[in-house]
């Protein structure tokens, strides 16, 4: 459905995207995961046309969408903030969509405002952050398009109102055919959510897998040595030390045979433990450093 | 071409500025026009009681009752200002980034901001335009309307307005923020009056020789020229008009006339100016760097010559601020106070333009 092809862009001399390429499905919510700076935000607004990239293409449904912009009635782009409509009254909003989406629903979105007790008296810009955000969701699933694009749509939200809008994200999906791509920090819950993570580092995509996948590359172990970690287990590279407490260590190792728990099992821990495995664990693994997440 | 949604969207940001427009010319034309005719009589039935022959001809009554100079400086500015919102204005704020996320081109996007201004800025010149002449038709002087007036005096202020709407749109295409653009747009609406200052001061001084003849083969080219009120010789306000005197000898008084020559070919002056700056202004709106949006200029290319252009202005503004220094009759050191400004300036603008190029305006740079 979106095809992005050896997308480049370079911003002040610096490289912000670097050949870039991916494919979106029908109906999957893909996460994009990455570390401040390395360039999501410019991936996702280049992909919508606010940017334009040095190099590559964007095509949706075969067309680009850079010499076809009218294409662009099927997908979404939501920011994180609906900044730019703060001073339209709703019936405002409505007609102005109704205009330039052609499926857009005023029913569908005047039963959404309702149910998340989204005040239709007030102008945006009175909405506070959380309900501007879930109202930047409705809107963009209301248009009913085929792909819906979230920049950090749940950034600097409370729990309740993130929990509201991954809920509702959800449920848009699990109803239609409209594909989602998210960008978050928030790693747990893009892994509630999504089917596929592309992991950006460097201005590239470093890997792009099915959520189910990854977790089966990867296991996550606790375990304790009479002395500390030995240096034979230390220096492997599918070896990653997570964290450590005393002689306590908290290891994800690149293992699908099992070889490298076999070793490890060979130096006779005091303790060997299977952790659940998170994305967050991957993407310290994938991205390094602890400290940059 | 017209498109509703950006339409719609475009007069929501600027409905109040498009109104005022309207109001401006609706208080400036027609209104204005029935105060105006009413001093025309009380002129009248005055100069009648001291001369029976007393007549008004025509270049003065259009001179006093549809000249509307006054109000041409604030529709210019309401004119700057509206092209300064439409572009300048969405780089400061995400608006830019909502607009260009839309399924519409960005040829699309520039000319339905172009045609909302021209439309409403068109619409209102005709319609209060008319408005005044007929007011006019149904006083008593009916008879002092003639269609080569009327007309001179309608179409060159209006093409002139369309060709300075683009013109403020033209540098909303290479500013990032309303601020730049605002500012580009006057200091190059008033740079060839400015610049002839600056250079004649340069020539005087440094040179000794007088720049005004060479100007004044080439200032009709210069748009900001038609807004040059004080001169009633040969300019006015958007008109280009060659006139001569006439002693006029009628007995008790002698006073003047003239002979107006109208320059039609003036008119494609205005015409050129809007032709060229909307397509240009089309080609870069679509080629904008819009990660440049807050910065003074969005296409480094041309960092080097406003770099260049804004050193040179402010070193001869700097001149003829030195010179202004130089003691009671020392005038042979004109010339050296002239360069002690000239140099200061330069080097104080150059650091200036520098950090001018490392600001960026814009609210939230995500």
Known sequence: ?293 | MFNKTLWYKDYKQTKFILWSIWAVLFLGMPVQVITRLQNLREYEKNELLINPNFKIYTDYFYNSVLNFNSIYVVLVILIFILASLLIGSERGNKTNDFTFSLPFSRKQIFLSKWMIGTTFIVSAFIFNFIFAQVIIYFSEYQNMLDFEWSFIYFVYPFMAFVALYVFALFFGTITGGFIYQAALTFIFFIFPSGIYILLESFSQTILNKELYVFYNKFDVWFLGNYLDISSYTSKNLFFNTVHQYNMIEDGFYSFQSYDYQFNYYFLFIPILYTLILLTLSVLLYERNKVENNGKFLLFSQLNKFFMFGIVICFALLGGIIGTAFVPFRLNELNNLFYLFGFIGFGILSYYFTRKLYNMNLKISSR
């Open chain 1, 1 to 293: 459905m979106l095809r992005v092809q050896n997308l480049s862009k370079t911003i002040q001399g610096h490289k912000v995207l670097d050949n870039i390429s991916f494919e979106i499905q029908p109906g999957k919510i893909i996460g994009l995961v990455g570390r401040n700076g390395v360039g999501k935000t410019t991936l996702l607004r280049t992909i919508v046309g606010i940017l334009t990239p040095n190099d590559g293409d964007t095509c949706f449904e075969g067309q680009s969408i850079y010499t076809n912009p009218s294409i662009k009635q099927h997908m979404v782009f939501v920011p994180d903030s609906p900044e730019a409509l703060k001073n339209y009254s709703i019936s405002e909003i409505v007609k102005l969509y109704e205009w330039m989406y052609p499926n857009f629903d005023p029913n569908y979105f005047y039963s959404l405002l309702e149910k998340f007790s989204l005040n239709q008296g007030k102008k945006i810009g009175k909405y506070s952050k959380g309900m501007k955000a879930l109202f930047s969701l409705v809107l963009a699933f209301s248009t009913k398009a085929k792909l819906i694009i979230l920049d950090e749509p749940t950034d600097g939200l409370d729990v309740i109102i993130k929990k509201q809008i991954l809920r509702y994200v959800l449920e848009e999906v699990s109803e239609g055919n409209t594909s989602i791509l998210i960008s978050s920090h928030r790693l747990d819950e893009l892994e509630q959510i999504t089917d596929t993570i592309m992991v950006m580092k460097e201005g590239r995509i470093e890997s792009h897998n099915e959520l189910v996948d990854m977790k089966s590359k990867y296991k996550k172990i606790q375990v304790v040595f009479k002395e500390n970690l030995p240096e034979s287990i230390e220096v492997l590279d599918e070896v990653k030390q997570i964290n450590q407490i005393g002689r306590v260590y908290t290891l994800l190792l690149s293992d699908k045979n099992d070889d490298i728990s076999q070793l490890i099992k060979k130096e006779q821990p005091l303790l060997f433990e299977e952790l659940p495995i998170t994305l967050e664990d991957i993407f310290v693994a994938k991205l390094g450093g602890e400290e940059h997440v």
